[in-house]
């Protein structure tokens, strides 16, 4: 098996988190060594060093002595990671501090890995991987996920076409480049990345996790689980307060267009249903001070699992309203819980639930198709539990998560030895 450094987050959460952290258990339990390299040690604030010196000179010496401790335990096994210092980091982007650059090659050199993988963080460490892979002669694989319109028909898309345009010169110098979408990868293609560099391998869920809750039925074993995924369940219908919840899940950010369900849900008021919006983001304290209404409900952040699920398990409709997307984890989510699913066809989302997996709408006029589409999903929960039944079978046949890992194997393995493979 192979010795893997993946470069990638742990927080703040976001879909590279989730896909980094669910990625690499699952390449570990396959038999893969991982050394998690991650942006984790807080530089002291913004303009100074990462390593300044205190009044006694203590500061600098243990601040180094820290990241040399994380290294040095990441060498120790194979559950392992590396700290890298940073300025600051959100869940778009990332501000390395001064020392990360030194601090990443020295951790590559004393791990001495079979392949780096990068998740990009959309931070300047980015453009300066392949220099440094090539000097230390490792291959190099990155996972790109800034979301896009493909038909750039909002401002939204717009800058993110910049940001194509702007990795695109780093992308063509890795040896792989990971999108989550044929529609992604013609974008980078257009913008000068290599056919050849380009595999196409979407995004993946575990769909004995997300499911719906009618499947739960086994053995003695699993009772005591579904027992406690019925008590989730309840809690949420308690907190609708009997009313048939209609879910948005996800970042509360400018391009994820939350604005415009939030007219249509006032405009519409669909009776006897709440609208739950779970998430947070930059946006959340200006929506919910514009938008608080009995109708709908502001759930927040919610960092458990478990709980997750069971909120897509309760919803009758999960609605993502984007201007821009890669390919929505959330989305795959809610597919594969057997969840009723509404999206754009910003990024790869409306290849994902095209044919009739779900409702497809334009990212141009959103409140208004909502708008229409609201009562009707009210009003025909004969409809609703079709398209759920759908969703999960598309999810089944095209998004588990083993084949997700399968075709990474094969990327490994086209350019790792096989000897290092296995070994």
Not at 87 to 112: D, I, M, N
Not at 215 to 224: K, M
Not at 280 to 302: C, F, K, N, T, V
Request: hydrophobic fraction near 40%; charged fraction near 20%; aromatic fraction near 6%.
């Amino acid at each position: 098996m192979a010795h893997i450094a993946w470069l990638g987050k742990k927080s703040p959460f976001c879909g590279n988190v989730t896909y980094g952290l669910t990625t690499t258990e699952q390449l570990r339990q396959r038999g893969h060594r991982i050394s998690f390299i991650h942006f984790d040690t807080p530089a002291t604030g913004p303009g100074l060093p990462w390593d300044p010196p205190s009044v006694n000179g203590k500061g600098l010496t243990l601040t180094k002595e820290a990241l040399r401790a994380s290294r040095r335990a990441a060498l120790a096994g194979d559950e392992s990671e590396v700290a890298l210092p940073y300025l600051l980091k959100s869940q778009v982007y990332t501000v390395p501090a001064p020392g990360a650059q030194r601090e990443l090659r020295e951790s590559l050199e004393q791990l001495k890995p079979d392949l780096v993988h990068a998740s990009l963080t959309l931070s300047p460490l980015d453009f300066l991987l392949p220099d440094l892979c090539q000097q230390l002669g490792v291959p190099l694989v990155a996972t790109f996920h800034p979301a896009f319109d493909a038909g750039l028909r909002n401002l939204a898309g717009g800058t993110q076409q910049l940001t194509y345009q702007l990795y695109a010169p780093a992308l063509a110098r890795f040896n792989r480049v990971i999108v989550f979408s044929e529609l992604q990868a013609e974008v980078l293609s257009r913008l000068g990345v290599k056919d050849d560099r380009l595999a196409v391998i979407p995004n993946g869920v575990d769909t004995d996790v997300w499911k719906p809750a009618d499947s739960e039925r086994g053995g003695s074993e699993r009772r005591g689980s579904e027992r406690g995924s019925s008590a989730l369940r309840r809690e949420v219908q308690a907190r609708c307060e009997g009313r048939r919840p209609f879910l948005y899940m996800g970042r509360l950010a400018t391009e994820k267009n939350v604005e415009a369900l939030l007219r249509a849900w006032r405009l519409v008021r669909p009776a006897g249903c709440v609208l739950v919006i779970v998430g947070d983001g930059p946006l959340r304290g200006s929506l919910q001070a514009a938008h608080e209404d009995p109708d709908i409900l502001w759930w927040g952040y919610e960092p458990v699992l478990e709980r997750r699920v069971a909120l897509l398990q309760a919803s009758e409709v999960f609605l993502l309203p984007s201007l821009v997307e890669g390919l929505s984890l959330s989305l795959l989510e809610a597919m594969a819980s057997g969840t009723a699913c509404v999206a754009t066809d910003a990024g790869a989302d409306g290849e994902v639930l095209e044919g009739g997996a779900g409702i497809v709408i334009s990212t141009q006029g959103v409140t208004t198709q909502l708008r229409t589409l609201l009562p009707v999903l009210r009003d025909q929960p004969v409809l609703t539990a079709e398209l759920g039944r759908r969703a999960r079978e598309r999810a089944l046949q095209r998004y588990t998560l083993t084949r997700n890992i399968e075709a990474l194997e094969r990327v490994y393995a086209e350019l790792v030895p096989r000897p290092a493979l296995a070994a």
